[in-house]
């Protein structure tokens, strides 16, 4: 892994920590739960998914207003709108915002709203939008390409970096293989590949990995034991009737159930879940 | 594959045939070459690749001015610059000019001075870049993911025509496998089932899809027999110095050696090569 | 690929040519098509098929007697009794028979009645049964892995070479990866790749690398075109009633069509089918 | 899910506990570590393995007598030798043994000296070895092919069991993915996968999926947390003098270090590690 320069383990005496609104830190001892349903939907559900996964323990909401769906058919995402739901639901509950931005032309509009910008998978070399990642003064959430190596990875976070932003978190969110069991393969050992090259904090997507809520638990229990730095996990008030990835999305029960489960997994290994 | 709607064969009663500049046709009998540079380098090294494949009968001339490179240190390519010298180009020789466009930003500026728009494999679910494909009016060179799988190419190309540009050529350029004794693995059942369930026309990239020139010309051939509308071949005047993907790259030698090869293949299946 | 010792290019002053019957070659300029059914049911439809793909061209005939069955309550085949239906098969048409081998303890059987024993995907790495087939004088074909590398499969040629026999074809039938539009994804590259370092000759079986009989052609006109030296090709008097495979295989008159079709992109670069 | 039977969760009440010499128990609620070399290399080095891994706390001394190499040219193994050295070795330290078996002509002499006989991934569906598997009263570590689904690893322990023998442990060690920075991708969700749909139990070998001991440590702990029944993990006394797979296997001292970090992951989910 030659070319990484910024984002090399070598590069910083220390691992880097990710501060959102001068407060949470992502990449420290404590573990951070990012809970929320995969698209703002209407302000009730979105305030509802909320309140859930505070009471759980989570410590920032996610929840997508721009969508990237494989077909144009489906649901978009509510957009602006969505965005405007996401402040309103963080005004509320005070839990910080990570969401996903598509586009550079939409780049700021997004950054005004959130506390987090994600970078999906199928942006993770949209070069251009690395850069501009790299220019703006917010905390990035930069997901693994479906097929990308950790190397890739690395260098996309490399990109954002070499515009002077490292409030950089890496997730893995599965590789596509050829197993069909499961929507993608979780690569929990791109955790500990990740811990040993770079100083940059990294969290686990049980949810999109598997795809199916059943899994969820087992992978999230996993991803903490295996050194993950925070879980991203879909939760929705009523997963049967969400407008994408019900499937794969916890009830809160379930989800106050797995932080419980998770504590102790934490504090096993010399950590602590945030809550 | 059911959620094809207008790429679907049933769409249409013909196959799309996509004409740049009123005169070239991709998707007739007629087999369309496109060769040239990996990147827009020089003026001098782009109008002796130019015309080299010119000679050899390459119908369109490609370059990147925009270049998606896995690491920000590598050569981004000549930008707007690199734009005006194909322009150039194509006044001296004559040849149309493919080259790739990586942000919504630009999009304008590149359809300016191209005659095919390439979105390319990183961005190929870059649904913003997509959508205002869709909306330009200009023929889209759309290659095929990484790991993108048949349909959700396809769905790509639904994203493109959803906003009622219908002048799409499909790339088939490789997908990542296990393999490593080529840089992707070139899947030419790709084309067949394009052409099972599309009325788009398909080329192939057999320069990205094995990565070494010593494989070009059998993958070209495959390609031509297994029913491709045409190939996006990489020709270097000088291979050994090229900025970016110099070992892929054709000699001008050997590209017009290989094109009096498939003359013959496209006879065989009742084509022609378009010189 | 510095392993590789007796089957590397650099052992070797020339190709490879394999003898089937003191008559038949492989891996001359000559290119071989062997075809049949995927597995031997009955004396009729085994002589039918024989029949049928020697009127069309086919100088070898297929059909397995030993079946590796994914579930164990698949049909396992006719084994001896197939093995029996064969070489009656044989004495009456005058094709030589090409059939799987899968167990040591059946090898000596085996090669009693086959003129080629088949080594399928799934034994590739079988390295006991690869030792033994090096030790017995009959020609083997060596499918490669779903999942190896094409320097794999050449070591599992060396396992064969290495203990003495050289007549050795190897089969290209496609790897698995993410896609699911086709069984398999066939790997034209891998085609190259052991021209390029191996003498040894290689054919491709678009039957089991697509799946689907509608995509055959093209990929078996794809293949030749590449350089392969011969096909496997799954021809079935009634693909709807086989007991394996049906939808993969070709109808006698598809088969017959394909084969005229062969012939053309055979002689477009210098080569012919043997008929 | 469909055709699998016998070794689907339906089919029993109870989750299968495989018992080892009718004492050790696989698939109860005690966590069963299997440890040592890659290879048997020498009496010496062996019983050096054995003690070491049993001070830590191992229950099964694993060791390759008969080795599935990728060259002909690479260390095959000690054979009959190896596993007279492995029957000496369990005779003093008293640890069951685990080893490979890769022909069915070998099946009763390795039976004779094993108390676990490994299917490797190469020959996961090697048929004829699988169905005589299951006609010995012994138990079978069946480790995941390379390129296997979980459903195919399944129905492989379906041939086993369909034979009369229900002694089965599952092991994942790792699919062949695009990535390169680990020797294989470990798919931890195959545990959860598993766990749900069959009664069987499924140990992990975290050595072989990362291909580099500085990561057994973290793939070990996420393996425990995901639900696993039990390791498999290489452990040298030098690894940097090992016959095969140094660079994964671990320090006598990491391995006790490991094993401690494991019970106390093993306790934050309920269960134990047994010592």
């Known amino acids: 892994m030659t070319p990484l320069k910024l984002v090399a383990r070598q590069h910083l005496d220390q691992a880097t920590v990710v501060t959102i609104n001068e407060e949470l830190k992502v990449g420290d001892r404590e573990i951070i739960v ?3 349903p995969c698209a703002v939907e209407s302000k009730e559900l979105l305030l509802a998914a909320a309140y859930a996964v505070k009471e759980g323990g ?7 207003a721009f969508k990237p769906r494989t077909s144009p058919y489906a649901f978009q995402g509510l957009m602006e709108e969505g965005l405007k739901l996401l402040a309103e639901t963080r005004r509320e509950t005070g839990l910080p915002v990570v969401t996903e931005v598509m586009d550079t032309r939409d780049l700021e509009l997004v950054a005004e709203y959130a506390d987090i910008l994600q970078i999906g ?14 220019r703006i003064g917010k905390p990035i959430l930069l997901k693994r390409g479906l097929a990308a190596t950790i190397e890739e ?18 997730c893995e969110r599965g590789i596509r293989t050829f197993e069909t069991a499961t929507r993608n393969t979780l690569d929990l050992s791109a955790v500990a590949v990740v811990k040993e090259v770079s ?4 969290i686990v997507d049980p949810s999109h990995a ?10 999230a229990k996993g991803a903490i034991a295996a050194g993950a730095d925070g879980l991203l996990i879909e ?16 009830t809160p029960a379930n989800f106050h159930k797995l932080m419980q ?9 010399g950590r602590e879940i945030a809550i």
Chains 1, 2, 3, 4 share one sequence.
Request: charged share 15%; net charge neutral; aromatic share 4%.
């Open 34 to 36: 990012m809970a929320g």
């Open 199 to 202: 100083h940059l904090p990294v």
């Open 121 to 134: 998978s199928r942006n993770m070399q949209n070069f251009a939008l690395l850069k501009e990642a790299g």
């Open 153 to 170: 990875w690395l260098l996309a976070a490399e990109y954002i970096m070499s515009q002077g932003n490292d409030q950089i978190i890496l």
């Open 210 to 219: 598997t795809g199916r809520w059943q899994l969820v638990a087992a992978m």
């Open 58 to 64: 989570a410590r920032v909401l996610r929840g997508g």
């Open 235 to 250: 939760v929705h008030p009523n997963p049967a009737e969400a407008l994408c990835d019900g499937p794969q999305s916890l």
């Open 261 to 269: 489960d998770l504590q102790k997994i934490a504090q096993a290994i």
